[in-house]
């Protein structure tokens, strides 16, 4: 059969017969999150397009939801070679010892998809990415996700309500410093332990977008939520620089043809599928949404924007000011 189908379908993508002589080259692409997700879906996505173009010169394996690696061990284990795309949140960059990554963190630096977007998509993106490859990673592309809401078991309408309550973070300075600012105790722990240590009571609330909240189930054991909107959540796409580089050229550019389509899917349903988890979340009725008020979201913004100031010497003031440039935020205007 097979070998004539597959040469006509090698010709039809432009691969040469010697990308595809021997077994086909196996990608293992490993997250945390559940599949029904903007990352999860993304990387079906990239999957489905990466064989489809390289006509099966390459097999794709997705492992979502932590089953293959947890948040610290995927990015040793990429490092080493033993998988080969991830896409990290951005606020978990900082163990690499690429601490720029965290000024996506900072509280209220972007107003939306449309802002994020001009740096994700733009020239300060490309720079942040070029940061990794000293450490042997390439970076390919910025997959969205969303904005956090802050959750907990008692109500939540203003930063006072946070006060000394134990508050899971991911393993950010950025977001250590924004919960200190507000006096509650960050507690850095892998996003596969979060629904475990809620339930248990290990921690007291947390913050994330309405996509992770739900797929997790930390609806059912977290009782408030309130949509500060106060900080973004994505990715950046990686992969051992090594490993890529040494892909036969023309498979390289098909999968890089893939990235590009994944990427634009990705950030077209990342807002959709948070609003849809967001109703799923209000349908459950197990947790009380709720919308503060444009003043109550002020003073959250009045009590959290200072972070900015006080992590200028870790991400650089430079970078943070290029941001500002990019999206138009003031610090001073709030
Ligand atoms: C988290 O740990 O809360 C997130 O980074 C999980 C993810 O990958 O979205």
Do not use: C
């Not at 021997?22 to 397009?49: M, R, W, Y």
């Not at 580089?245 to 948070?274: C, F, H, W």
């Amino acid at each position: 059969m097979k070998i004539r189908s597959l040469l006509v379908g090698l010709v039809a993508v432009g691969l040469s017969a010697a990308a595809v002589a021997a077994d086909p080259i196996v990608i293992k692409f490993s997250h945390v999150v559940a599949q029904d997700t903007p990352k999860g879906k993304a990387a079906e996505k990239f999957k489905e397009l990466a064989e489809k173009y390289t006509g099966g010169a390459v097999k794709v394996e997705v492992y979502a939801n932590s089953t293959l690696y947890k948040d610290k061990e995927e990015m040793e284990a990429l490092q080493l070679g033993a998988v080969h795309l991830l896409a990290p949140s951005l606020a978990k960059f900082g163990p690499l010892g690429v601490k720029e990554f965290e000024v996506f963190d900072l509280p209220y630096i972007f107003d939306g998809y449309e802002a994020l977007n001009k740096v994700t998509q733009g020239a300060v993106g490309q720079q942040l990415l070029a940061k990794l490859e000293p450490k042997g990673i390439k970076g390919l592309a910025f997959w969205d996700n969303g904005f956090k809401s802050f959750s907990a078991n008692s109500p939540i309408r203003k930063p006072e309500d946070l006060k000394g309550k134990k508050m899971r973070i991911q393993s950010s300075k950025v977001l250590e410093e924004q919960m200190r600012e507000i006096k509650s105790l960050p507690q850095v722990m892998a996003f596969s332990e979060v629904y475990q240590a809620l339930q248990t009571g290990v921690v007291d609330g947390t913050e994330n977008p309405h996509s992770n909240l739900y797929t997790q189930k930390m609806h059912e054991v977290q009782k408030h939520m309130t949509l500060t909107d106060h900080g973004y959540l994505g990715y950046a796409v990686i992969t051992n620089k090594k490993f890529w580089d040494g892909l036969p050229a023309e498979v390289r550019t098909q999968l890089d043809k893939a990235m590009k389509e994944s990427t634009v899917y990705a950030n077209q349903i990342a807002k959709e599928e948070n609003d849809k988890s967001l109703a799923a979340v209000r349908a459950s009725g197990k947790t009380e949404v709720y919308a503060p008020t444009a003043e109550e979201k002020a003073a959250f913004k009045k009590a959290l924007v200072p972070v900015h100031k006080k992590m200028e010497s870790r991400i650089g003031a430079e970078l943070i000011q290029s941001i500002y440039k990019e999206t138009g935020f003031d610090p001073a205007k709030l």
